[in-house]
Every structure is written in C-alpha cells, then in structure tokens.
C-alpha cells in the first residue's frame, strides 16, 4: 500500500526549503519570476550528489556508456528534423471569463479535480467561466544567433539533451570505436516554455535533464527496453533511497506514446499533488537516427563487421529529470517525531545524497574546543562532506542538522580534551557513541555504511 502523502507538505518543504538554505524563488528581491528558482548552499550541495549518483551508475560503474556535453544552443535544422519545430506543442486554451487565466488542454481536468470542482465540465478550473478554443503552442524558447533579430537568425534554446546525442552519434562511433549495444550520456539545462507550470519545482521553465541514449541493433530492443526499465526503477530505491512504495513503473497507453516510440515506462512517485513522473524510458525505435539522416544527408548508420551488415541502430532512452528528484527526495525523507515533548523534524536522506555526511560541533565556542574542533573538521574533509558549526546550543545544532538530513555528527567536548576522544551522534536513531579521534575516520566510515543499509531497509519497506 502507498502512503498517503500529507496534503500540506509541499508547504512546509518551501518554508524548510527556503530557511534552510536549498532553494529560493529566482530574482527573487524583483518579485521573482515563474516556474524558475535558484538553489541555494544545500540545494547545490544536493543536487550535484544527485548528478553524482547518476553518473556513477550510468558511466562510471559501466563499460558501455560513454559521456558527452553538447552546446544548449544547436544548429536550428536540428529542431526541425527531429520534429521540435513542428509538433513540440502543447493545446493552450484561454479562460474567457473573469479571471483569464491560460491552460493547459490536457491539464483541464486534472486542474479542476485539484480545486475540487467536477472535471467533467469544460471550464475555466479557476472561475468557471468559458473557455475558448484550444490552439497549438510551440514549447520552445527562441533567441537569434548573431546582432540581426531576423527570423533567418532564428535559434532555440534546446528543450531536452537527447538530440545532442544523437548528431553526435556517428562521431563518437568513429571516435571510440564503439561497438553496439553502447550508450551515450549526458547531464545539464534544458529549457521548456510550459504553459502551466508549478506544483513548486516540478514543472520548471528552465530545468535540469539527465539523459542517456542506448544504442542497439533492431530486435534486441525490446529486452534491453526491458533491463532499462527494471535498471532504473531500482536506481531510485537503491542508490537514492527512496521508498518502494511511493514509486512505480507505469507503462504508457497506446493512445498515450509519443509518435516516435514503440514502447514508454513512467518511473513515478506518489507526491502530494498525486502520481507523477520523474523519468521516462522510451523504445524510441531508429525514429531520431533516420530522421537527422534524411534531414542532413549524412549517412548516420553502423555497421557491424561481424554480420557484414548496415543497418540505423534502435534506441532505448532513460530520461530523467534532477529537479524532480530533488523535490522527490524532499518529499520522500521529510519526517516529524515526537521527541520528549517537542516536535523533532528530520530529513532521512540516504548518507550519499545528503548535502553534508558529517557535521563537526564543539560544545562550546570557547577557543580551546573551537580549536580542536576545526582541526578535526578539517582532517575529516578529504574522506567526507563535512560542515563546521560552532553557533546557538548544542541542541538547536543537532535539531538544525536533523532538519537538514547531515546522518552523522561528532562532537568535541571538554572531556575531549583530555581523553582525545569525541561523540558520534547518529541522526535517525539518535544513539551516540564515543570514539577515540584517531579512530574517527575509520568510526565515521563504519557508521556511514550503516547508514547506508538501513537506508536501504527503509526504501524497501522492511
Ligand atoms: P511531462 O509529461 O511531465 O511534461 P515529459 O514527458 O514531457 O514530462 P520528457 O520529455 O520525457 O518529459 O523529459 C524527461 C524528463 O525531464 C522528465 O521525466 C522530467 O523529469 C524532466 N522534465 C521534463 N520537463 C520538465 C519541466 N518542465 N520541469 C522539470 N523537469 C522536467
């Protein structure tokens, strides 16, 4: 059974999000502006642990995944082949009543349903007033190559990473002498001018894409579409910790797939808001291939020496999305307890993503302790993500590293002094033990692995 999420959570994330440190609205002292934020010291800190847990499962860990980072802004024929310029759109409707408010088509009901109102009827989800016709808007954001603002100047700013891939692909075929299946990756911004943006950072107008394009020979892409899709499902749960039961696997409706592919699993999450995705792996055929062949005249085959045979390779396309993630782990490790009398908040991040592995507190500021304690904190940066912090009493420290999801604190105390010993506290159980300093990297270690496994535990549920 999932969980039912709390209602207000989302809420309570943007004040945490927003207090502690992991994400403001962007510009935000001119009133900000929509569907787009910046992220602050925790927020950084999270999601290149994000990006970095994603690289090692799908480039580092591997022998058949090379990576690639290709330009933002590329050759507008690129947009045109793959189908962007016609058909990247999405049905906006204008509200003719009272509020005049611009909608999604396809978000109509479920806009509706959110409010409480019947999704039955064709009306405004805001004021109930008419509706106007539906028409085609075109998702990506334009700009001009050059001083002339003429429509020949035309550029766009990419909104996905995949079609960098897939120019590139005979490129790294000649450049690694790769041989198929292989896969190429790539992580960073990609830019949609959504219509309705929100639900906080789900739907962003600029966000973040991790993207990898498997290249393999028609007939084994429908097992290899298979292994991504249990792969990927798993990395959530394993590498990112997050709980089995607010994930699924959703296979697409016929009527659903995009015209490019053969076959479409969501990864989704159970967040306040409802089942939504936060990566898509698609069958996308050899669709992109052949149509940048027939679009540039290059031959954008492969051919395998060993069957004497040319053919365009199929694709199978995990793409995922770090900002989603990112309130997915928010959400999924936020927890209140009780704890003698007060309310105890702890974010029950996996040891790997959170923004600091171990935070290092003096008891007090008083310069001896202060002393030992940076000299700690400093030895102990090479092997983890450490945070120094001497400000406020200990325990609004230890509340504030909860709240933040730090797994693991040491604190030096006056005893420290003499016995050359320090307490580790760890945060979900909240037991501490005392450790001797010159065993503190190899304690710290030990007790991140525990860490780690019942992240574990937790994620499946046992
Ligand atoms: P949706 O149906 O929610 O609009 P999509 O199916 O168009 O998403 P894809 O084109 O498959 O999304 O993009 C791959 C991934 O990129 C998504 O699973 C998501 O994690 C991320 N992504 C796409 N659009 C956005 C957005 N506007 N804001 C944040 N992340 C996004």
New binding site residues.
Partial sequence: MSEAPRSDLIETLVSLAKQRGFVYPSSEIYGGINALYDFGPLGTRLRRNIRNRWWRAMVELRDDIEPIETSIIMNPQVWVASGHVGGFSDPLVDCTGTCRKRWREDHLAAERTERGKDPEVRACPECDGPLGEPRQFNLMFRTFLGPVEEAAATVYLRP?TAQGMFVNFQNVVNSTRRRLPFGIAQNGRSF?N?IS?GNYI????E?E?MEMEYFCEPGTDDGLFEYWCAERHRWYIEDLGVRTVNLRLRPHEKDELAHYAKAANDVEYLFPFGWS????IANRTDFDLSAHQKHSGRDLSFYDQAANRRFVPYVIEP???V??IFITLLCDAYDEEEVRGETRVVLRLHPDVAPFQVAVLPLSKKPELSELARSVEHDLRSRFATEYDETQSIGRRYRRQDEIGTPLAVTIDFDSLEDRAATIRERDGMTQVRVPLEGLPAALGEQLDACRARALDRAQGS
């Fill in positions: 996905e949609r959504e943006p789900f739907r962003l107008r966000f894409q995705e936060l990566e898509g793409a995922a999305g900002d989603r």
